[in-house]
Structures are given as structure tokens and as C-alpha cells.
């Protein structure tokens, strides 16, 4: 069974840092393309960031340069290391999991983890 | 970057009533499109990929379909359990943006 689940948030300063983590199970995170997307409170989805099989990574302009995505492919688990934050990174964050390695949706996400930025 | 623009932003109709969203892609996408389902306090769910390919398990009566850069998800009969906000997201490309979401609601 496909399980994904999130963990690492919590409630970080401003101009804090923080590494959230996406364990995966029931399949091989490093065959697949997997994605961060995040939910503001009361708002709409907005992806974040993605890394292919092959090791290639992309990010929204608006995390470009703060966040960097991961993967560990010995714990199979998925990482974004998040710095820089901001008031408007406070979210719900999601891993997700495209299958394959390249052009797909998103079939299976995580429970999800919240990220506070508040001082 | 593609811009992914969905409407109505919500909308309110009937227990059976045949229910309609549109997203529209700024530029081209060919049928890379999904539609997700996000219940209230729950996950977003898989509902339609390429366009018009429903995902396994997702009732019959959700459809897709497409028409140059227009896409559409059609409820052909509104359930109380399809009370829900709706995402279109491409997937041509690197950069996966989202629609604004459509809010589903029961009259």
C-alpha cells in the first residue's frame, strides 16, 4: 500500500529555517516524481517544488532560492529544506507522488504537515 | 508561465443537477490536465488525468473533457457527498500550476 507521510512542521520565526520530511512506503520515491504542494489557510493549492527520477528539481518563483527539495534514497523519504520563511509560507504542506518518472499527476499525498511563521 | 484560470470560483446547485467547471490554460497544454477533489479538512484526491481519464475508484458520473486550451470536469448528477472544492492542475511541464479552485456547494 502507497503511504506518504509528512513530518518537520511546526511554528518558526520569521527569517527562520526548517527541513520538513515525506516518508514514503509502498513504493520507491527515487523511481518516481514527487512534489511539494502547499494550502495557506482558507486558501487554494499552489505547488511548490518538484524533483524528477532522474534528479532534476524545480521550484515556484516564489520559494525559488529559500527552498530546496531532496531525497534520501537509502530512507526513501522525500525532504524540502526550507529557509529564509516568511508570514506567507504559513501552510499546510503536502508531499505527492506523480508515478513515473516524469509527466503525470498527482496520484497519492500525504496527510500533510503544518508550518507556522509567526514571531 | 502558464496561467491556469478556473470558473466559476463557486457555485451552489441541486441534489441531481448537472454541474460544470471550466479551466482555461493560457497557452497551450495538450491534454495534460488533472482534476482533483479536496473534501472539507481532508486530502486532495485524484480525480481526472489526461483530460478525460478517470482514475480508478471515481464514480461515473464525474467526466472530463477538453477543447483546444478549455477543459472542463461535468458532474452529470450532483451527490450531497460531491460538496467539495475542485483543482485543475497541468502537468505539461516542470512548472505545475494549479487553478484557483471552484467551491461546490449543495442549494
Known amino acids: 500500500e502507497v503511504q506518504l507521510v509528512e513530518s518537520g512542521g511546526g511554528l518558526i520565526q520569521p527569517g527562520g529555517s526548517l527541513r520538513l520530511s515525506c516518508a514514503a512506503s509502498?513504493?520507491?520515491?527515487?523511481?518516481?516524481?514527487m512534489s511539494w504542494v502547499r494550502q495557506a489557510p482558507g486558501k487554494g493549492l499552489e505547488w511548490v517544488s518538484s524533483i524528477y527520477s532522474g534528479g532534476s528539481t524545480y521550484y515556484a518563483d516564489s520559494v525559488k532560492g529559500r527552498f530546496t527539495i531532496s531525497r534520501d534514497n537509502s530512507k526513501n523519504t522525500l525532504y524540502v529544506q526550507m529557509s529564509s520563511l516568511r508570514g506567507e509560507d504559513t501552510a499546510v504542506y503536502y508531499c505527492a507522488r506523480g508515478p513515473g518518472g516524469g509527466s503525470s499527476p498527482l496520484d497519492y499525498w500525504g496527510q500533510g504537515t503544518l508550518v507556522t511563521v509567526s514571531s | 508561465d502558464i496561467q491556469m484560470t478556473q470558473s466559476p470560483s463557486s457555485l451552489s446547485a441541486s441534489v441531481g443537477d448537472r454541474v460544470t467547471i471550466t479551466c482555461r490554460a493560457s497557452q497551450g497544454i495538450s491534454n495534460y490536465l488533472a482534476w482533483y477533489q479536496q473534501k472539507p479538512g481532508k486530502v486532495p484526491k485524484l480525480l481526472i488525468y489526461a483530460a478525460s481519464t478517470l482514475q480508478s475508484g471515481v464514480p461515473s458520473r464525474f467526466s472530463g473533457s477538453a477543447s483546444g486550451t478549455d477543459f472542463t470536469l461535468t458532474i452529470s448528477s450532483l451527490q450531497p457527498e460531491d460538496v467539495a472544492t475542485y483543482y485543475c492542475q497541468k502537468y505539461n511541464s516542470a512548472l505545475r500550476t494549479f487553478g484557483q479552485g471552484t467551491k461546490v456547494e449543495i442549494k
Open positions: 509502498g513504493f520507491t520515491v527515487s523511481s518516481n516524481y
